[in-house]
């Protein structure tokens, strides 16, 4: 059986690589120095105390603002504001600079955001790039290659990053970034790997880890993964945890799994590790036993692997977590079950919590709307854009001084549009993005006295169809 591929430190692949562009290096542009763009005020918050830490696990690269904001209001604990840092280890190809930071800047309770963008390991010693961050509040991780990121290993900024967690801060990310914030991370150093590559191989040269970065609170164990269920990536993931079990990688002779889904997928973890699925849906999968055959040039057999899916709005306790609510899946010989996104779960389990609402026809007058009143927060609204023309009221009710935020997933078949309504069907907010697939978000505090009525109207612009959307209600 060959070697875990285990990559524990920059130097040694960069030092391959120079030797191997040699004769090519006179010829190669400079390394362009570290790019910083800040938005927000020039001075830094000042603030002895902060109530975090917190977290927002992403199934792609781009701020989702229901988690973001979850994330803000743990850690500013109501009060105050925060300063955020984004990493990027390349620049955007196209749009704005800074685009992650262009969404923080629209939340309540953002001091400042500045984007670092740095393409180097040695980046990770640069003195601005370190006093930035250890004077922010939140530290999040855009797209790109994990692989540069896992380069800061050892550097100053790796200790920065943890020292804004530790200070009751927080840190997350999308796609790549969401992988660096695993303990066990799959950095792609050798190129990426498909499930089927590391079903039929889970020693395949492209299965690669970093270990020993970040150890968060609560989720130990953990390998993340992104773009789960768009890039078929369960199977991966199971290879991955077969190789962590065989290997002695994570401790206590059990892995996890985290698998996000993209296109508005978040998992939001408070202080006390209890996590929060936001716009799309994301899986915790657990490998608790040897495999049964896990070797170099080998197809994968391994039974049972335990697979909880969140659906937006539930929630999935990592400081306790559950032993029930799971349902099976296994791996024979390199090939799947079945149904890996799906399942019965073997027996009940009251720590998958939060309120959900599917819509039921007729509604789309004020008269005739899902009440959502009674449901927990945040809630997941779920319904499909039927026919060209359908609305779909949900009825919610909001105390002085309380504040809601809704992001619906919309699916490509469709372009749907968003409202908040008062109790006469005034329109108060809306959000109306153009373009078929295009998700939508709003944000409402209602300021009158007393409790009030309102209403969530989602409405097709063009197109329809059987895929549904979801909308994600988050009252605080």
Known sequence: MASPVIRRSAPALAATLLALSLSATAQQ???????????????????????????????????????????????????????????????????????????????????????????????????????????????????????????????????????????????????????????????????????????????????????????????????????????????????????????????????????????????????????????????????DHQPEQAADRKPLTYSNFKIWRLAPGTTFDFKNRPTCGYYLRSVTNGVPDANLYSGTPVSGCGAQTGGALTETEPNDTRDTANDATGLSSPTALTGTMGSAGDRDYFKVGLASGQSASVQCGIPAAYDADLYWLDSSGSTLERSVDDGAGTDESLTFTRTASGSGTYYVDVEAYSGSGASPYTCTLTKS
């Open 29 to 287: 542009p400079a390394h362009a120095a570290a790019d910083r763009v800040r938005l927000g005020s020039a001075a830094d918050v000042s603030r002895t105390t902060w109530n975090g830490p917190a977290f927002t696990m992403n199934g792609a690269g781009a701020v989702v603002p229901a988690s973001m904001n979850s994330a803000i209001e743990e850690i500013r604990g109501g009060s105050g504001s925060i300063d955020v840092v984004v990493l990027a280890g390349s620049a955007p190809t196209s749009g704005s600079r800074t685009p992650e930071c262009d969404t923080v800047m629209s939340l309540t309770g953002v001091n400042s955001c500045t984007t670092w963008t740095l393409t180097a390991a040695g980046d990770g010693n640069n003195s601005q790039v370190n006093t930035d961050v250890r004077n922010a509040e939140f530290v999040y991780f855009a797209g790109g290659d994990q692989c540069r990121y896992a380069a800061w290993k050892g550097t100053a900024l790796e200790a920065s990053v943890e020292s804004v967690v530790a200070k009751g801060g927080g840190s997350g990310g999308g796609s790549a970034g969401h992988h660096i914030n695993s303990p066990l991370v799959y950095d792609a150093c050798n190129g990426s790997v498909t499930s089927s590559e590391a079903l039929a191989n889970p020693y395949d040269r492209y299965v690669s880890f970093t270990t020993g970065m970040f150890q968060w609170a609560h989720y130990g164990g953990v390998v993340n993964d992104s773009h789960f269920v768009t890039r078929d990536r369960m199977g991966r993931s199971m290879a991955f945890l077969a190789r962590a079990v065989k290997d002695g990688l994570n401790p206590g002779g059990a892995a996890w799994a985290v698998g996000v889904e993209e296109g508005g997928g978040s998992l939001f973890i408070d202080r006390n590790g209890l996590a929060t699925e936001y716009g799309k849906d994301a899986y915790v999968v657990l490998a």
